[in-house]
T-cell receptor, first 114, second 109 residues
Framework: NAGVTQTPKFRVLKTGQSMTLLCAQDMNHEYMYWYRQDPGMGLRLIHYSVGEGTTAKGEVPDGYNVSRLKKQNFLLGLESAAPSQTSVYFC?????????????FGAGSRLTVL | GQNIDQPTEMTATEGAIVQINCTYQTSGFNGLFWYQQHAGEAPTFLSYNVLDGLEEKGRFSSFLSRSKGYSYLLLKELQMKDSASYLCACMDSNYQLIWGAGTKLIIKP
């Protein structure tokens, strides 16, 4: 079982460049999330999705866009990268059948914006 | 505002017991989670408490007191592989997770 797979694992961007992070899960989970993790701070929710074709803003959505065209995939886009977006990004998924809403995380994508 | 507090770093000795505390203030409460995160890796689920009391799972136990807004994670018979960050997260009334900054646990031989 692959679980949650994120690509790429590492990326260096210049200010103003764009990129897309891909998240894929093979557990048939309904819910998917994008978080960012910065030193000294808790995980912060960027965007999330409760099903195919639906997305919603989290705590820190500015500068990011998302799409969920297929149930198994959740894409995070940066249209014009800024140094403040240097972070480790985690994708996670969970099942509506999981009463406790336990999250399964991907391995993370480390993004540096110069 | 919503807030989760946990110590930044703790040190313990191999074979000993350590307790990591977490206090929370959230708009409503729908459960408290503990996750383990090894350096450079993804967080993995450890425990979930929604009712008061102690939940035991092998060497790890988690306690919740809703009236005090308090939880702790108890790790027994510490092993070197337990060196990691431990993340406390609370689910609010909108079923959104609020995360603490994590407690880095250092295990010494």
């Amino acid at each position: 079982n692959a679980g949650v797979t994120q690509t790429p694992k590492f990326r260096v961007l210049k200010t103003g460049q764009s990129m897309t992070l891909l998240c894929a899960q093979d557990m048939n989970h309904e819910y998917m999330y994008w978080y960012r993790q910065d030193p000294g701070m808790g995980l912060r929710l960027i965007h999330y999705s409760v099903g195919e074709g639906t997305t919603a803003k989290g705590e820190v959505p500015d500068g990011y866009n998302v799409s969920r065209l297929k149930k198994q995939n959740f894409l995070l886009g940066l249209e014009s990268a800024a140094p403040s977006q240097t972070s480790v990004y985690f994708c996670a998924s969970s099942s509506i059948l999981s009463g406790a809403n336990v999250l399964t995380f991907g391995a993370g994508s480390r993004l540096t914006v110069l | 505002g919503q807030n989760i507090d946990q110590p930044t770093e703790m040190t313990a000795t191999e074979g000993a017991i350590v307790q990591i505390n977490c206090t929370y203030q959230t708009s409503g409460f729908n459960g408290l989670f503990w996750y383990q995160q090894h350096a450079g890796e993804a967080p993995t689920f450890l425990s979930y408490n929604v009712l008061d009391g102690l939940e035991e799972k092998g060497r790890f136990s988690s306690f919740l007191s809703r009236s005090k807004g308090y939880s702790y994670l108890l790790l027994k018979e510490l092993q070197m592989k337990d060196s990691a960050s431990y993340l406390c997260a609370c689910m609010d009334s909108n079923y959104q997770l609020i995360w603490g900054a994590g407690t880095k646990l250092i295990i010494k031989p």
